[in-house]
């Protein structure tokens, strides 16, 4: 064989080792609780965190959410309502997202799936989404961010605790905090700690996050007892429902470069309680291929 070849071969297999490698990346940080995450599905009567553990979906109904990988939804051309039902047959169910859940098995034991496994999952879901609308380029493909993640966490820490309160002081409810007894949903949206207090968040202490350009959204209509691979719709399918195609909240989903999650159970001892996603967003924003009428 010809030593181009080999070149050829290395680079290939360096490629591929690259891309599997990313995927096993963790992005939200050790410290974000997940124990009720990963246990109420199964106490709710759930099977497992993938899609067909899910005990109120049907196989007719999951049958009926398929997508064919070809047509391309159009909002200019529906109204609302007839874009949310063919974007999402129902506030679970994604259309086509049974298949690529599949397709790739993201989740190594479906009773138990890692945080690294779960954002990644998080990251096909999107782009998933994004297909759905012809928006299959390579740069309208969304990407994880540390700091999105790492972001969102503090958000919600600075939020529901008062973990950050004595060190930084602020004005009550605003979005820098401190937060405990505001109304602000969005409450924590620009906290950020200092290097030395963000180190134990990373694994590669040399990373550090600073204030940038971006979008948040909170949102509440997911329970604590969703199995994983659709706790994330619920909240993008309400939106979607609620704000159509073009509405602030929607708009990242489609249209942002980098995101980060994070999810608060907000009553543990609740096997139905609301499990809030705080959404980060940042990188370049793509302009949409679809004009509002």
Request: aromatic share 16%; net charge positive; proline share 6%.
């Amino acid at each position: 064989m010809s030593q181009k070849f080999f070149i050829f071969f290395a680079i290939f297999v360096l490629n591929i080792s690259m891309l599997y490698a990313n995927d096993t990346v963790q992005y939200t940080p050790e410290q974000a609780y997940w124990k009720s995450f990963q246990s109420k599905p199964l106490a709710a009567g759930n099977t497992g965190h993938d899609p067909d553990s899910v005990k109120w979906i049907t196989k007719a109904q999951w049958e009926a959410s398929k997508w064919d990988g070809k047509t391309i939804y159009d909002p200019t051309k529906m109204t609302k309502a007839q874009f949310f039902a063919a974007i999402c047959p129902s506030a679970d169910r994604v259309r086509g997202i049974r298949e690529v859940f599949y397709r790739h098995n993201p989740f190594q034991d479906n009773q138990n799936p890692t945080k690294a496994e779960v954002d990644e999952w998080h990251r096909i879901a999107i782009n998933h989404v994004r297909a759905l609308v012809g928006y299959s380029s390579p740069d309208r493909q969304v990407q994880k961010d540390q700091c999105m993640f790492k972001r969102a966490l503090w958000g919600d820490e600075r939020k529901f605790t008062t973990k950050w309160d004595q060190k930084y002081p602020g004005k009550l409810g605003s979005a820098f905090g401190p937060c405990q007894g505001s109304k602000n949903a969005h409450c924590g949206a620009s906290f950020i700690p200092d290097a030395e207090d963000q180190a134990p968040y990373f694994s590669d202490a040399n990373l550090v996050c600073k204030a940038q350009a971006g979008a948040e959204g909170v949102f509440s209509a997911a329970k604590s007892n969703i199995p994983w691979s659709l706790k994330w719709s619920r909240a993008f399918c309400n939106t979607l429902a609620a704000e159509g195609f073009w509405g602030g909240h929607t708009g990242p989903f489609f249209h942002r470069e980098k995101f980060g999650f994070s999810f608060w159970d907000n009553n543990i001892s609740n096997n139905n309680s609301t499990a809030v996603l705080r959404a980060k967003w940042t990188g370049k924003l793509m302009p949409s291929l679809y004009p509002k009428p």
